[in-house]
């Protein structure tokens, strides 16, 4: 669990806090940018899953992958956050899904 917060932002130190311990630098440069997205409330894969705020990823140990799911967890902080949060659809459909095309 990655946070970010007033003091705390787990991004910056590479997971190196967490219990237990961000396996691997390598997997670190494969993940990282999906992480800070989540970490500022964006769009993980726009697209590319049923929900906009999860994605599998995986590091390019070809020997020994380790598959990730990064999920995007909202907490509001404010009665205004919580509603807000409450109208967002974040669901894709099969339509909307990204084909290369």
Known sequence: MF???DGKDDFWRFGRDLDPKF???EAWGCISRYIY???QGGSIM?????DDRMMIACCNDGTRPVVFKIERIDIPETDAERVWLAE?????????A???A
């Open 37 to 39: 997205t989540a970490l």
């Open 3 to 5: 946070e970010r917060e």
């Open 23 to 25: 396996p691997c630098a």
């Open 98 to 100: 990204y084909t290369g």
């Open 46 to 50: 726009h697209g590319w899953t049923a």
């Open 88 to 96: 967002q659809d974040f669901s894709n459909s099969v339509e909307d």
